[in-house]
């Protein structure tokens, strides 16, 4: 069993930045692959950002690319979201999800496990 704890949401004007982290519990969730994902209301659950079990490898969603870097440390148990040049339509409850292989994966169906999310607000 594994538990995500997102952190580090908040307001924030267009054109800044935030960083959000996803704490875990278990230890296996370094051979795990982990991504982000984004909800708004009456929207279905969106592909952000996925990292493989080593880091090595990475996949964003076109509208993230450039602006948004995943990463993460297995010491800590953790995997972060670097957002940059945010924008208003970048506004969502985040989401971090794992999956018990170590490969990526953009579609949600193949995540087993998720936290409760953190709330992002860019105003413009």
């Known amino acids: 069993q594994v538990q995500l704890v997102e952190s580090g949401g908040g307001l924030v004007q267009a054109g800044g930045s935030l960083r959000l982290a996803c704490a875990a519990s278990?230890?296996?969730?370094?051979?795990?692959?982990t991504a982000w994902f984004r909800q708004t209301p009456g929207k279905e659950r969106e592909f952000v950002a996925t990292?493989?079990?080593?880091?090595?490898?990475?996949y964003y969603a076109d509208s993230v690319k450039g602006r948004f870097t995943i990463s993460r440390d297995n010491a800590k148990n953790t995997v972060y979201l670097q957002m940059n040049s945010l924008k208003p339509e970048d506004t969502a409850v985040y989401y971090c999800a794992t999956r018990t292989t170590g490969v990526l994966g953009t579609n949600r169906d193949e995540y087993d496990y998720w936290g409760l999310g953190t709330q992002v607000t860019v105003s413009s």
């Open positions: 990292i493989n079990w080593s880091g090595g490898f990475t």
């Open positions: 278990g230890r296996t969730f370094s051979t795990y692959a």
